[in-house]
């Protein structure tokens, strides 16, 4: 007996596991997933593109599920891009994005522009154009201090104070919100904001009224002086010893040399 009607119910003996499927009878899968059991069913089984052995069900059963692409953050992911659906760093040995590196590929990703394992090297990738442009570390020459993660800030902050500014540029939108458009003044106007005076005030009377742009808080952290403190904040602002300025120099650099996807601009047409 099958139910294949909406609401159909199914004899006391039997279960309705849905409509459309047999009574009492449920796929393997169902439910899990994408519904699609493995081939074979077992943890070598394979999948269909863009879908992962990485599920089961009640029964045991291995099931397929949808697979999100992110950076390959590891030298496991990236020895296997593929098997780890992960995009590399081809500008470092081994492909291993390091955390600076993975938001900006993370960004290629969340704008399209890489859509499959392996090198983030489409065109009008944000990475690839960095990479180019040494704005980040690379494997040529002496291509290193770039980035958050390399030696420690000798004046103030912290990798993780120069990440969290890389991360509020890049989730304060796109065109023109974005803080880091250069249309809207680049880098300098993720702390300024519409204040024409942001460089005034000192760190004994700083002066935050108008200072009102997306990322102000988080770079006067990663500078080192207290928000209002323009004079200061202006002076070091690109300052590559502080975690701010580290961070300012990597978007200042991608304005320099037009990595517009970078910046909040629209990823090219295919």
Avoid: H, W
Wanted: aromatic share 4%.
């Amino acid at each position: 007996m099958t139910s294949d009607q909406t609401g159909a119910v199914c004899p006391a003996s039997l279960t309705t596991a849905s409509t459309r499927v047999a009574c009492g009878s449920v796929p393997p899968c169902f439910g899990v997933g994408t519904d699609v059991e493995a081939t074979p069913d077992t943890a070598a089984g394979t999948c269909p593109s863009g879908t992962a052995n990485t599920a089961t069900d009640g029964a045991g059963n291995f099931c397929c599920a949808t697979q999100t692409l992110v950076p390959c953050t590891t030298a496991a992911m990236a020895a296997a891009p593929a098997a780890n659906f992960c995009v590399t760093c081809q500008g470092k040995s081994g492909g291993v994005c390091s955390p600076t590196e993975a938001q900006f590929v993370q960004l290629d990703i969340t704008n399209k522009i890489a859509t499959a394992p392996g090198p983030d090297n489409e065109k009008g990738s944000c990475y690839l154009c960095l990479t180019a442009s040494d704005c980040v570390d690379g494997t040529e020459l002496n291509d290193v201090g770039n980035e958050c993660e390399d030696t420690g800030f000798s004046s103030a902050g912290t990798s993780a104070q120069c990440e969290a500014v890389i991360t509020c540029v890049l989730a304060s939108g796109t065109g023109a919100a974005q803080c880091a458009n250069p249309g809207l003044g680049g880098i300098g106007n993720c702390y300024c904001g519409t204040d024409a005076n942001c460089f005034a005030g000192t760190a004994a009377a700083p002066i935050t009224a108008g200072v009102n742009s997306a990322c102000d808080t988080q770079i006067a952290i990663a500078l080192g002086f207290p928000l209002g403190d323009g004079v200061d904040i202006g002076a070091n602002f690109t300052d590559p010893t502080r975690a701010g300025g580290r961070a300012a120099q990597i978007f200042n650099c991608a304005q320099v040399d037009n990595c517009n996807t970078c910046l909040g601009g629209s990823a090219p047409s295919p």
